[in-house]
């Protein structure tokens, strides 16, 4: 549990395996239970929220973003100076994007979102909605901004690229619970995190 709180970009079951002694296997079904227990959600988000969605994978080299073959949409949800979660979906169209905005954001929160269409009308549910036009080149305006989520997906692709290598999509909501967790704690010391989750892992046994 403390390998994986004590490292930025996660670790591998490999490494678990060889520094504590046990089967890959059994390392591997460790850090999934350790990442389920990450993604517990307890409580409705509130106040100022990022929204974005990334895509993760892929078996061919080519075009990025919306639209690349192969790979997975995965769509965020960052409190500032708060709570993180993801949610791995099959389509990043308004209905999807705004069901898991209504299930897990408060009515009357602040919501920061870039221009895709998916994030409009969210106004006429219950929000103070505000965008940025990343395709002018505008990355602030104003207190709408979405650095807070960019840089959790920058974490948790340079972790799997790095560190795990590769994902199958099957398991890709693990790894992204995993950054969410770590997003909500880091600016926590590693010590605070671990105690976190040692006592989630007591909650959900």
């Not at 006429?124 to 036009?133: A, M, P, T």
Request: charged residues 25%; hydrophobic residues 35%; proline residues 1%.
């Amino acid at each position: 549990m403390y390998m994986m709180t004590a490292t930025r970009s996660g670790v591998a079951a490999k490494e678990v395996e060889r520094v504590i002694g046990v089967a890959y296997g059994t390392a591997w079904r460790m850090c999934h239970r350790f990442r389920t227990i990450m993604g517990a959600r307890e409580r409705a988000l509130k106040g100022h929220v990022e929204v974005d969605e990334t895509y993760v994978g892929g078996i061919h080299s080519g075009k990025a973003g919306r639209g690349a073959l192969g790979k997975t949409p995965v769509f965020g949800i960052v409190e500032r100076d708060g709570e993180a979660r993801t949610f791995v979906i099959r389509n990043v169209r308004q209905r999807t994007l705004h069901l898991l905005i209504t299930k897990n954001v408060e009515k009357g929160s602040t919501i920061s979102s870039d221009r895709f269409r998916s994030y409009k009308g969210l106004a006429n549910r219950g929000y103070r909605h505000g965008i940025v036009k990343h395709s002018q080149r505008q990355y602030v305006n104003g207190e709408f901004h979405t650095q807070t989520i960019e840089g959790m997906w920058s974490r948790l692709k340079l972790s799997i690229q790095g560190t795990h290598i590769h994902v199958a999509p099957k398991y890709l909501q693990k790894y992204a619970d995993e950054f969410a967790f770590r997003t909500t704690h880091c600016k926590n010391p590693h010590e605070v995190m671990f105690d976190h989750l040692l006592r989630r892992a007591l909650m959900h046994q």
